[in-house]
């Protein structure tokens, strides 16, 4: 396990992974507290799966546990595809640069089976990749330009269900009205709605019924002070 340790200590973190032997992936965000606060079915036995934008894989690796058939994890290689703002493209991107290789080094130590591909979810459609019983798409959302499209093109690979998770806040005027702030300029944040915005998104996509479970907040760093409000919602075809 020291190997493993040595290997880990090696690249910046995004998730929390639990590898084994007492070795834990030093990540930016530990969801392991705040897991029942995803709406995961409990058990995804036979399903075939797909994480969006699956950075270290902890979501990807989450499905395999609770037992799908198959897993396929989504994500870019390159960080200048991702949708920088113009203010922001000369930022420090070793967070990115390196999740290839952690997702390999857990990938490995977790000995996983869960596919991953080189795929835009702009590009996500049923004609490269298939359909989907089940599909996650976590913390994207506010990232893009566009966050419609990808959705439409998760409801188009998704024949059951999928689970999307994004940042939100909590506008404190004109209650129950979906709204959103746009940024693109300080923060590498395009679109953050509040939680009636993250289901009227999902909904424009095509979803038919889609079902918003209570904000929670995900610590940022264990230990932290800073905390991210998440909105989940769980949406149907």
Known sequence: MEALSDEVARYPWYHSLDLGGGVVTPGMFDHRPVLDRYP???????????????????????????????????????????????????????????KGERFALAHRALGSRVERVLMSAYDLGSDRLGQFDFVFCGDLLLHLKDPITPLENIRSVCTGSAVIVNVIKRFRFQRGRALAELDG?????????????????????????????????????????????????????
């Not at 395999?64 to 991702?82: Q, Y």
């Open 40 to 98: 995961l079915p409990a058990d995804l036995s036979g399903m075939r799966c797909l994480d969006v934008a699956t950075m270290d894989g902890f979501w990807a690796f989450e499905m395999e546990r609770r037992g799908a058939a198959s897993v396929t994890a989504l994500d870019l290689e390159d960080p200048e595809e991702l949708d920088w703002p113009a203010s922001l493209r000369s930022q420090d991107k070793a967070l990115d640069e390196s």
């Open 185 to 237: 300029i300080d923060n590498f944040e395009w679109w953050v709605t509040n939680l009636e915005g993250l289901v009227r998104l999902v909904r424009a996509a095509g979803f038919a019924r889609v079902d918003a479970s209570e904000p929670f907040e995900l610590p940022f760093r264990t230990g932290g002070d800073w905390r991210g409000l998440r909105g989940a919602v769980r949406a149907w075809v």
